[in-house]
Protein backbone atom coordinates (compact mmCIF):
# COMPACT_ATOMS: atom_id res chain seq x y z
CA UNK A 1 0.00 0.00 0.00
CA UNK A 2 0.98 3.54 -0.66
CA UNK A 3 1.89 5.62 2.32
CA UNK A 4 3.54 8.86 3.00
CA UNK A 5 5.81 9.91 5.96
CA UNK A 6 6.00 13.21 7.13
CA UNK A 7 9.59 12.60 9.74
CA UNK A 8 9.01 16.00 11.44
CA UNK A 9 5.90 16.66 13.95
CA UNK A 10 7.07 20.46 15.01
CA UNK A 11 9.09 22.75 13.30
CA UNK A 12 9.43 26.53 14.41
CA UNK A 13 10.55 28.74 11.86
CA UNK A 14 11.08 32.54 12.38
CA UNK A 15 9.44 35.28 10.39
CA UNK A 16 10.93 35.95 6.75
CA UNK A 17 13.00 32.70 7.32
CA UNK A 18 12.63 29.70 4.36
CA UNK A 19 11.03 26.56 5.17
CA UNK A 20 11.28 23.00 3.99
CA UNK A 21 8.76 20.29 5.39
CA UNK A 22 9.93 17.25 4.54
CA UNK A 23 7.58 14.36 2.76
CA UNK A 24 8.92 10.63 1.85
CA UNK A 25 6.77 8.49 -0.28
CA UNK A 26 6.80 4.62 -0.38
CA UNK A 27 5.50 3.05 -3.99
CA UNK A 28 6.75 2.00 -6.58
CA UNK A 29 5.46 4.08 -9.93
CA UNK A 30 5.20 7.53 -9.96
CA UNK A 31 2.70 8.68 -7.33
CA UNK A 32 0.07 11.40 -7.12
CA UNK A 33 1.10 13.35 -4.49
CA UNK A 34 -0.37 16.57 -2.49
CA UNK A 35 0.40 18.94 -0.23
CA UNK A 36 -2.32 20.23 2.25
CA UNK A 37 -2.56 22.89 4.51
CA UNK A 38 -5.05 23.35 7.80
CA UNK A 39 -4.86 26.53 9.86
CA UNK A 40 -6.35 26.07 13.47
CA UNK A 41 -10.17 25.14 13.40
CA UNK A 42 -9.84 24.92 9.74
CA UNK A 43 -10.98 21.97 7.58
CA UNK A 44 -8.22 21.25 4.80
CA UNK A 45 -7.02 23.23 1.78
CA UNK A 46 -5.10 21.91 -1.12
CA UNK A 47 -1.41 24.02 -1.67
CA UNK A 48 -0.47 22.13 -4.63
CA UNK A 49 -0.47 18.92 -6.43
CA UNK A 50 2.08 16.66 -8.50
CA UNK A 51 0.27 14.52 -10.96
CA UNK A 52 3.34 14.20 -13.47
CA UNK A 53 5.79 16.11 -16.32
CA UNK A 54 7.37 18.99 -14.47
CA UNK A 55 9.33 18.05 -11.07
CA UNK A 56 8.89 21.44 -9.54
CA UNK A 57 5.43 22.11 -8.75
CA UNK A 58 4.14 25.82 -7.80
CA UNK A 59 1.11 26.23 -5.26
CA UNK A 60 -0.77 28.53 -3.80
CA UNK A 61 0.55 31.28 -0.96
CA UNK A 62 4.08 31.31 -2.33
CA UNK A 63 4.44 27.50 -1.64
CA UNK A 64 6.48 25.70 -3.99
CA UNK A 65 7.48 21.11 -3.62
CA UNK A 66 10.05 19.71 -5.38
CA UNK A 67 9.44 15.66 -6.96
CA UNK A 68 11.93 13.62 -6.23
CA UNK A 69 12.59 10.08 -7.25
CA UNK A 70 15.53 9.31 -6.28
CA UNK A 71 15.17 9.77 -2.87
CA UNK A 72 11.28 9.28 -2.78
CA UNK A 73 10.58 12.70 -1.63
CA UNK A 74 7.96 15.56 -2.11
CA UNK A 75 9.49 18.76 0.23
CA UNK A 76 7.53 21.56 0.10
CA UNK A 77 8.90 24.73 0.25
CA UNK A 78 8.90 28.89 0.86
CA UNK A 79 11.26 31.01 0.45
CA UNK A 80 10.12 33.45 2.99
CA UNK A 81 7.80 32.55 5.95
CA UNK A 82 4.78 34.52 6.88
CA UNK A 83 3.58 34.84 10.61
CA UNK A 84 -0.22 33.70 8.82
CA UNK A 85 1.66 30.39 7.57
CA UNK A 86 1.68 28.53 11.25
CA UNK A 87 -0.61 26.18 10.58
CA UNK A 88 -0.24 22.34 10.03
CA UNK A 89 0.73 20.83 6.93
CA UNK A 90 -0.37 17.34 5.74
CA UNK A 91 1.39 15.12 2.87
CA UNK A 92 -0.73 13.10 0.97
CA UNK A 93 -1.22 10.65 -1.71
CA UNK A 94 -4.28 8.82 -3.34
CA UNK A 95 -4.28 4.58 -3.82
CA UNK A 96 -3.99 4.71 -7.80
CA UNK A 97 -5.98 2.00 -7.72
CA UNK A 98 -8.78 3.07 -5.85
CA UNK A 99 -10.56 4.57 -9.48
CA UNK A 100 -11.18 7.32 -7.38
CA UNK A 101 -9.28 10.58 -6.87
CA UNK A 102 -10.35 11.84 -3.24
CA UNK A 103 -9.26 8.69 -1.30
CA UNK A 104 -6.32 10.05 0.00
CA UNK A 105 -3.77 8.70 2.84
CA UNK A 106 -2.75 11.72 4.49
CA UNK A 107 0.66 11.39 6.61
CA UNK A 108 1.08 12.40 10.42
CA UNK A 109 0.87 16.20 9.79
CA UNK A 110 3.81 19.01 10.66
CA UNK A 111 2.84 21.68 13.10
CA UNK A 112 4.32 25.01 11.91
CA UNK A 113 5.02 27.57 14.32
CA UNK A 114 6.54 31.08 13.00
CA UNK A 115 8.27 33.07 15.95
CA UNK A 116 8.63 36.55 15.23
CA UNK B 1 -20.94 28.35 -6.17
CA UNK B 2 -21.02 27.46 -2.20
CA UNK B 3 -18.33 25.52 -0.62
CA UNK B 4 -18.61 22.49 1.69
CA UNK B 5 -20.82 23.07 4.47
CA UNK B 6 -20.92 20.34 7.34
CA UNK B 7 -23.20 20.56 10.55
CA UNK B 8 -23.12 20.75 13.11
CA UNK B 9 -19.61 22.04 13.91
CA UNK B 10 -19.13 20.86 17.42
CA UNK B 11 -21.13 18.31 19.49
CA UNK B 12 -20.30 16.10 22.64
CA UNK B 13 -22.21 12.74 23.12
CA UNK B 14 -22.12 9.98 25.82
CA UNK B 15 -20.51 6.94 25.55
CA UNK B 16 -23.00 4.38 23.73
CA UNK B 17 -25.27 6.77 22.19
CA UNK B 18 -25.86 7.50 18.25
CA UNK B 19 -25.08 10.56 16.01
CA UNK B 20 -25.81 12.18 12.69
CA UNK B 21 -22.84 14.22 10.66
CA UNK B 22 -24.39 16.14 7.71
CA UNK B 23 -22.47 17.40 4.65
CA UNK B 24 -23.57 19.48 1.69
CA UNK B 25 -21.68 19.21 -1.33
CA UNK B 26 -20.03 21.71 -3.75
CA UNK B 27 -22.21 22.83 -5.94
CA UNK B 28 -21.65 20.14 -8.91
CA UNK B 29 -19.81 17.51 -7.41
CA UNK B 30 -21.10 14.05 -6.99
CA UNK B 31 -18.91 12.21 -4.74
CA UNK B 32 -18.36 13.06 -0.94
CA UNK B 33 -16.01 10.93 0.90
CA UNK B 34 -15.49 11.45 5.13
CA UNK B 35 -12.68 11.20 7.13
CA UNK B 36 -11.86 10.54 10.84
CA UNK B 37 -8.98 13.06 13.07
CA UNK B 38 -7.95 12.23 15.74
CA UNK B 39 -6.02 14.65 17.61
CA UNK B 40 -2.48 15.13 16.57
CA UNK B 41 -3.06 12.78 13.64
CA UNK B 42 -3.73 13.14 9.87
CA UNK B 43 -7.15 12.13 8.29
CA UNK B 44 -8.52 8.71 8.28
CA UNK B 45 -10.70 7.93 5.23
CA UNK B 46 -13.69 6.37 6.49
CA UNK B 47 -15.85 5.88 3.24
CA UNK B 48 -16.90 7.19 -0.04
CA UNK B 49 -20.36 7.90 -1.45
CA UNK B 50 -20.58 7.96 -5.64
CA UNK B 51 -24.29 8.76 -6.80
CA UNK B 52 -25.89 7.32 -3.47
CA UNK B 53 -23.65 4.20 -3.59
CA UNK B 54 -21.09 3.44 -1.41
CA UNK B 55 -18.07 2.83 -3.76
CA UNK B 56 -14.94 2.65 -1.17
CA UNK B 57 -14.50 2.21 2.58
CA UNK B 58 -11.36 2.44 5.10
CA UNK B 59 -10.66 0.38 7.88
CA UNK B 60 -13.54 1.51 10.43
CA UNK B 61 -16.16 -1.14 11.72
CA UNK B 62 -20.05 -1.09 10.17
CA UNK B 63 -21.27 1.01 13.71
CA UNK B 64 -19.76 3.96 11.36
CA UNK B 65 -22.52 4.22 7.80
CA UNK B 66 -23.51 6.72 5.70
CA UNK B 67 -26.24 8.10 3.10
CA UNK B 68 -25.93 10.12 0.01
CA UNK B 69 -29.06 12.06 -1.28
CA UNK B 70 -30.19 12.38 -4.84
CA UNK B 71 -29.15 16.04 -4.09
CA UNK B 72 -25.50 15.04 -3.26
CA UNK B 73 -25.67 15.88 0.05
CA UNK B 74 -24.37 13.33 2.81
CA UNK B 75 -24.73 11.96 5.99
CA UNK B 76 -22.65 10.03 8.34
CA UNK B 77 -23.85 8.02 11.09
CA UNK B 78 -21.90 6.86 14.29
CA UNK B 79 -23.84 3.80 16.26
CA UNK B 80 -22.61 2.51 19.94
CA UNK B 81 -20.27 5.54 20.06
CA UNK B 82 -17.14 5.19 22.18
CA UNK B 83 -14.47 7.55 23.72
CA UNK B 84 -12.20 6.51 21.05
CA UNK B 85 -14.64 8.40 18.35
CA UNK B 86 -13.27 11.60 20.07
CA UNK B 87 -12.55 13.71 16.93
CA UNK B 88 -12.98 16.04 13.71
CA UNK B 89 -14.37 14.53 11.25
CA UNK B 90 -13.96 15.91 7.76
CA UNK B 91 -16.15 15.98 4.89
CA UNK B 92 -14.42 16.22 1.21
CA UNK B 93 -16.63 16.27 -2.32
CA UNK B 94 -14.98 16.14 -5.53
CA UNK B 95 -16.65 16.13 -9.35
CA UNK B 96 -15.75 13.40 -11.85
CA UNK B 97 -13.75 13.16 -15.39
CA UNK B 98 -10.55 12.23 -14.26
CA UNK B 99 -8.07 13.34 -11.25
CA UNK B 100 -9.91 16.07 -9.42
CA UNK B 101 -9.29 18.30 -6.54
CA UNK B 102 -11.14 17.26 -3.53
CA UNK B 103 -12.86 20.16 -1.15
CA UNK B 104 -13.01 20.14 2.67
CA UNK B 105 -15.40 21.29 5.14
CA UNK B 106 -14.68 22.75 8.23
CA UNK B 107 -15.27 19.48 10.07
CA UNK B 108 -17.35 18.57 13.05
CA UNK B 109 -15.89 18.38 16.24
CA UNK B 110 -17.23 15.27 18.03
CA UNK B 111 -16.36 14.74 21.90
CA UNK B 112 -17.82 11.75 23.10
CA UNK B 113 -18.11 11.79 27.17
Known amino acids: AQSVTQPDIHITVSEGASLELRCNYSYGATPYLFWYVQSPGQGLQLLLK??????LVQGIKGFEAEFKRSQSSFNLRKPSVHWSDAAEYFCAVPPLNSGGYQKVTFGIGTKLQVIP | ETGVTQSPTHLIKTRGQQVTLRCSSQSGHNTVSWYQQALGQGPQFIFQ???????GRGNFPPRFSGLQFPNYSSELNVNALELDDSALYLC????????????FGQGTRLTVV
Open chain 2, 92 to 103: ASSGTGGVTEAF
Open chain 2, 49 to 55: YYREEEN
Open chain 1, 50 to 55: YFSGDT
